[in-house]
């Protein structure tokens, strides 16, 4: 069972995702974010030996954009030169898909969304289906539905490159419903892109105008209904004592249940975790019993960077085992918890010392910079 509780914490609005009462995540309600909003922006600087540009959006700030991820899905509003490519001076149609963190800028995509509660649209040609959802015959249906809607109502302005996700909590949703949604984000995207046209640059187009109540959508649209509870009450926070269970999430040093512990240390430019045994290591199997701790270690692991969102490269000095096979089992364990994570989390290596490779992408800001501000 997941609760999203939904309270004030150190003066500021925070929301704490638990499940079965272990708290996996912490989210800012706070925050000015700009994540969703759609602006024209002209296209300043062009650096080739990373294939990124920097746009003006208006903003105050540039924004980073990829050239290489957005090849071939450019909404030119003005195009300044014939080559099909991107050139500085160019005004195009960009979405915020990252608020700036520290020194890293904020950074648009051209793969414009529209999220609904049961489907969110894109710009990726292709119409796939949560694969929550385990009837194939459903799937295909919904899969059909949202492709015979996009085929009817797309217009000319959207290059026929529109694509859609179809969410978990559609599968027990009336079809018609689906395809009312369908419509109306076609209708938005569609919108957009006839606007931005008749627009200069640094003009913002569509913006979800709460960033909370979005945050607060996009983490209840993740569970079926029966799986899940929002809570919006300051007192939940007391209840479920956020405060202690944050608390011990956030030292340096976090006890497991079997006695081994974890080190955590944070730079600017990594972050590195040691796993210690402690006196956790008993018996006469320890093999065993280093892999069983090393897989509590994992689990804690993947809390750690949730709620303290974490990013970049991560490196983790597991307890020291002998058997090949045992460390295919503690990677294969290691993929599938980060892939639970909504924050793409890739396996890199294992090098030959034995250490461990994470990279987690950077979105918003670590909590700890944000409690300090608060």
Do not use: W
């Amino acid at each position: 069972m997941y609760n999203f509780v939904v309270g004030k914490f150190n003066d500021l609005k925070m929301g704490f995702l638990l499940e079965d009462r272990n708290l996996i995540e912490a989210v800012n309600l706070s925050g000015n974010s700009l994540i969703g909003n759609i602006y024209t922006a002209r296209v300043e600087k062009i650096v080739n030996n990373i294939e990124a540009a920097f746009l003006d959006a208006g903003l105050g700030d540039t924004l980073y954009y990829s050239i290489k991820d957005n090849a071939d899905r450019n909404i030119y509003i003005r195009h300044t030169a014939k080559a099909d490519k991107l050139c500085e001076g160019d005004i195009i149609l960009v979405q915020i898909c990252r608020d700036a963190v520290k020194n890293k800028k904020a950074e648009a995509t051209a793969d414009i969304t529209f999220n609904g509660e049961y489907v969110v649209l894109n710009r990726r040609s292709v119409v796939g289906v949560s694969k929550k959802i385990d009837d194939n015959d459903r799937k295909e249906e919904l899969r059909e539905i949202v492709e015979k809607c996009i085929d009817s109502g797309s217009s000319d302005n959207m290059d026929n490159k529109i694509g859609a996700i179809v969410r978990t909590r559609a599968k027990d949703i009336d079809n018609e419903i689906i395809k009312e949604e369908t419509i109306k984000l076609l209708c938005e995207l569609n919108g957009v892109i006839t606007r931005c046209r008749f627009e200069t640059s640094g003009k913002l187009l569509y913006s979800d105008n709460n960033s909370a109540d979005y945050k607060i959508r996009e983490i209840c649209n993740r569970f079926p209904e029966n799986d899940f509870r929002l809570i919006e009450d300051d007192d939940a926070i007391l209840t479920f004592d956020i405060d202690t269970k944050l608390s011990k999430l956030m030292q340096r040093i976090v006890y497991l249940k079997s006695g081994g512990c974890i080190y955590i240390d944070s730079t600017e430019a990594m972050t590195v975790i040691d796993v210690n045994s402690g006196k956790a290591i008993k018996g006469k199997d320890k093999e065993k019993s280093s892999l069983k701790l090393n897989m509590e270690a994992v689990d804690m692991i993947c809390r750690i960077l949730r709620v303290r969102n974490l990013s970049g490269i991560i490196i983790i000095d597991f307890i020291n085992m002998v058997s090949p096979d045992s460390y295919r089992e503690l990677i294969a364990y290691i993929k599938d918890v980060i892939s639970r994570d909504p924050v793409k989390t890739t396996y890199v290596d294992t090098t030959g010392l034995g250490l461990v490779e994470l990279t987690r992408q950077k979105e918003e800001k670590p909590l700890s910079e944000i409690l300090q501000r608060c």
